[in-house]
């Protein structure tokens, strides 16, 4: 997907929509993970989870290294 970080929502659906034609096996639901991984902030809590039953983990985000 590259980098989304700037992109305005909008933005993101156009170039969501246009890859999940390039990719048939992926999904409206697993790209949007991408959209809220970038926005992500110090101080968030993440559940880290397998499918819709198991949580595999919970934590906290402390800091945050762009690269």
């Known amino acids: 997907m590259g980098d989304v970080s700037n992109l305005s929502k909008s933005q993101f ?3 969501r929509d246009d890859l999940l034609k390039e990719h048939p096996d ?3 639901i697993g790209v949007e993970q991408v959209w809220k991984f970038a926005r992500i902030k110090e101080g968030n809590r993440i559940v880290a989870n397998k499918g819709t039953t198991e949580v595999l983990g919970i934590g906290t985000v ?4 762009i690269s």
Do not use: A, E, P, V
Not at 62 to 65: M, S, V
């Open 62 to 65: 402390t800091d945050l290294i």
């Open 26 to 28: 992926w999904n409206k």
């Open 13 to 15: 659906n156009s170039r």
